[in-house]
């Protein structure tokens, strides 16, 4: 079973500045089938990145994806207030489905 | 635009059990893996079943495995979910996913709807 952990647990920027947030698998996730989700409360979490680096429908070109292996980051460049939200990280290599415990994103 | 509907949450007591569903609309159904997933404030996300397209393969979480039943009805557009014997740790908001690719089961997926709360509490 993939153990996906994210860094760090909260992050507190302002608007304009850019984010990084980072997943570290346990092992190398094959295909790098890394996703990642941005959920905001009341709604339903929403699909930004497929793929490590693929961009989902919609999603600003704020967002992107990168890393291979076992290291993955998703950058958020230009932060707006609508940012902030849990941002979690996915990988669909193989079952049991796993996500990361989140990372937290304040924009202030 | 795909939507799913969740239904079927509330407020249970431990030891009882609960049938959750789903209603598809916006795709055909048919063509696509669904799965249900979990959010609670102490867990995050949490992946539970998956179903395939045609309802003949199942897969599960280990941590949940024995006392959950995943179905589907392709006629009507709908998924279920049966989950025994709940504790308050089961206590989360219950989302049905739709496979990303059209296929037998697509392990990548996207959210659609608002989810159903289930809260576990004597």
């Known amino acids: 079973e993939y153990v996906l952990t994210q860094s760090p647990g909260t992050l507190s920027l302002s608007p304009g500045e850019r984010a990084t947030l980072s997943c570290r698998a346990s092992?190398?996730?094959?295909?790098?089938?890394l996703a990642w989700y941005q959920e905001k409360p009341g709604l339903a979490p929403r699909l930004l990145i497929y793929?490590?680096?693929s961009r989902a429908t919609g999603i600003p070109d704020r967002f992107s994806g990168s890393g291979s292996g076992a290291d993955f980051t998703l950058t958020i460049s230009r932060l707006e207030p609508e940012d902030s939200a849990v941002y979690y990280c996915?990988?669909?290599?193989?079952?049991?489905?796993?996500f990361g415990q989140g990372t937290r994103l304040e924009i202030e | 635009q795909v939507r799913l509907v969740e239904s079927g949450g509330g407020a249970v007591q431990p030891g009882t059990s609960l049938r959750l569903s789903c209603a598809a609309s916006?795709?055909?159904?048919?063509?696509?893996?669904m799965h249900w997933v979990r959010q609670s404030p102490g867990r995050g996300l949490e992946w539970m079943a998956a179903?395939?397209?045609?309802?003949?393969?199942?897969i599960s979480a280990d941590s949940v495995k024995a006392r959950l039943t995943i179905s589907r009805d392709n006629s009507k557009g709908t998924l279920s979910l049966q989950i025994t014997s709940l504790s308050v740790d089961d206590t989360a908001v219950y989302y049905c996913?739709?496979?990303?690719?059209?296929?037998?089961?697509?392990?990548?997926?996207?959210?659609g709807g608002q989810g159903t709360p289930v809260i576990v509490s004597s």
């Open positions: 996915q990988q669909y290599a193989s079952s049991p489905i796993t």
């Open positions: 092992e190398s996730v094959s295909s790098n089938y």
């Open positions: 793929g490590a680096s």
């Open positions: 916006g795709f055909t159904f048919g063509n696509y893996g």
């Open positions: 179903i395939s397209n045609d309802g003949n393969t199942k």
């Open positions: 996913a739709k496979g990303f690719y059209s296929s037998h089961i697509s392990f990548l997926f996207e959210f």
